[in-house]
């Protein structure tokens, strides 16, 4: 294997062995090595989401920076963590409930003393960090396509509701996420009654909302006060989700580098390493890919012409666990025989991975179905007429957020609800996949619309095959 750390008790994958028919997400053989179940953290960075997700996972969010066009930045992190619980039914819950690193082995020691029970592997779960505001906004929604589950975080010594605060229930409302669990931070830093007041202005608040009736956990990330009590919610309130592992495997590339140092010999050099989320199906170590839409480039005419990138699975690894096959959860690293040039500096984000001859069409123009959202989300003032969105008209300018795609757009036709729009880049998707469009306001990209249906894709790049 590709490195040569000493690595602790983990199950072994064989692919000769391997029947995908008989994956769900609680295999044992997958959660001894990958995370399986997605989960969201949504918040105001101040609100204390890395130090949760650290003290969760014991390991910082690392966080993945992409520059798109127009300068907007994207960013989003992840931590995966190993949710156990002791076999020692004596064992007093919460306390019962541990969670360690991603490479923790799958029965470590209870560490209640006198306890003597061994930890038993319930869950393997991955943090998607997401960013909060403005154009991020829909970068959070396009992550929800994988997400299973939300932690919202609310500082317990801030008053209930905070703007961003709704801009986040808003959020999840529109993507629909029914598994929310609410995380009542730095509770260390109040007294008791004014705790108990702000849990009463945070059930009036998601009352009518789709997070009535959630858990609220009061914690303290900083103290690690009840974290356990969050990994027991994990364990009971999440449910394992329904997951495609039988499907010709997709996955969409979040980030992608050489892991080639300057210098290096010719010989010596290793192909590029795409990161990314799978959606469905399984990638095996060995197995033949191609990523859509490829290498892109203009032709003399100036139409955008597409090369697909075809290659071979040669490594796969989820945070530092090695792995035979991957499946749908978390952020895989996939390592390939591409030209490392053709991955450097995240050069493959917003690309499509998966099975030869098997991925959806490459388009640059779409033809949607869309709504408007009626207000701006996260625009302060409410009842304001400035923040109510403005109609679609041609030439119109937005930008489109696709699967990890994010690029820009120019409307070229309206009609009631339909809506044409020419794409700055080729993108590699197919109906039903979510889309959202951003309209830029005071300097911000701020969420006009969102939808899961396209109607009649015109497609109009070239499709050419080296
Ligand atoms: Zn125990």
């Known amino acids: 294997m590709a490195s040569g750390k000493v690595k602790p008790n983990l199950l072994p994958q064989d692919l000769a062995t391997l029947n995908v028919n008989e994956l769900t997400p609680l295999t044992p053989y997958v959660i001894s090595r990958q ?8 918040g105001h960075v101040a609100h204390g989401k890395s130090t949760v997700v650290k003290a969760i996972s014991g390991v910082q969010t690392v966080r993945f920076t992409s520059e798109f066009k127009r300068n907007i930045t994207i ?62 906004m829909a970068t ?5 396509a994988v997400m299973d589950a939300a ?34 931070n730095k509770i260390d830093l109040v007294k008791e009654a004014a705790a108990q007041e702000q849990y009463g202005q945070i059930l009036k608040f998601v009352q009518g909302t789709i997070a009535e009736g959630c858990p609220i956990i009061p914690i303290s990330a900083q103290m690690k006060y009840n974290i356990d009590v969050i990994c027991e919610y994990i364990v009971k309130k999440i449910p394992v ?5 039988t499907s010709e495997p997709r996955m969409i590339v979040i980030r992608s580098f050489d892991v080639n140092k300057p210098g290096s010999r010719v010989d010596e050099i290793k192909g590029g390493v795409a990161g990314g989320s799978i959606l469905k199906g399984v990638l095996k170590i060995g197995d ?33 666990n090695e792995l035979q096959y991957a499946v749908p959860g978390g952020l895989i690293g996939v390592g390939t025989k591409i030209d490392p040039t053709l991955c450097r500096a995240d050069r493959l984000v917003g690309q499509v991975l998966g099975a030869v001859g098997k991925l959806p069409e490459v388009y640059t123009t779409l033809e949607v179905n869309f709504f408007l959202l009626r207000r701006l989300l996260g625009v302060k003032s409410e009842g304001d007429k400035q923040n109510k969105v403005k109609k679609l008209s041609k ?6 957020n696709i699967g990890s795609t994010s690029t820009g757009c120019r409307v070229i036709a309206v009609k009631h609800d339909l809506a044409k729009l020419a794409l700055l880049t080729p993108v590699c998707t197919q109906e039903g996949e979510k889309i959202a469009l951003s309209r830029r306001v005071d300097k911000n ?5 969102i939808n899961s249906q396209f109607k009649d894709y015109v497609l109009s790049c070239g499709l050419t095959f080296i």
């Not at 995370?35 to 949504?42: E, F, Q």
């Not at 989700?241 to 592992?245: A, N, Q, T, V």
């Not at 990523?291 to 203009?298: F, H, L, M, W």
């Open 395 to 400: 030439d119109d300018t937005l930008m489109v």
């Open 241 to 245: 989700p329904p997951r495609d592992f």
């Open 140 to 144: 959070m929604l396009n992550g929800a």
């Open 445 to 449: 990209w701020r969420l006009i619309f």
């Open 75 to 136: 960013k989003l992190g992840y931590a995966n963590a190993k949710i156990f619980k002791c076999d020692n039914s004596e064992c007093p819950r919460p306390g019962c409930y541990k969670s360690y690193r991603s490479n923790t082995e799958d029965h470590p020691n209870c560490e209640r003393p006198g306890c003597g029970g061994k930890m038993n592997l319930l869950r393997h779960v991955s943090f998607v960090d997401c960013p909060g505001h403005d154009v991020l």
């Open 288 to 320: 033949e890919i191609e990523v859509r839409p490829g290498v892109i480039s203009k032709e003399l005419d100036g139409k955008m012409k597409c090369s697909p990138i075809f290659s071979k699975i040669v490594s796969l690894f989820a945070e530092e």
């Open 35 to 42: 995370a399986t179940i997605n989960i969201g953290t949504i």
């Open 151 to 184: 932690l919202l975080l609310i500082a317990g010594n801030e008053s209930c509701p905070q703007p961003q605060t709704s801009e986040h229930i808003a959020a999840i409302e529109i993507m629909n996420l029914k598994n929310i669990i609410i995380l009542q």
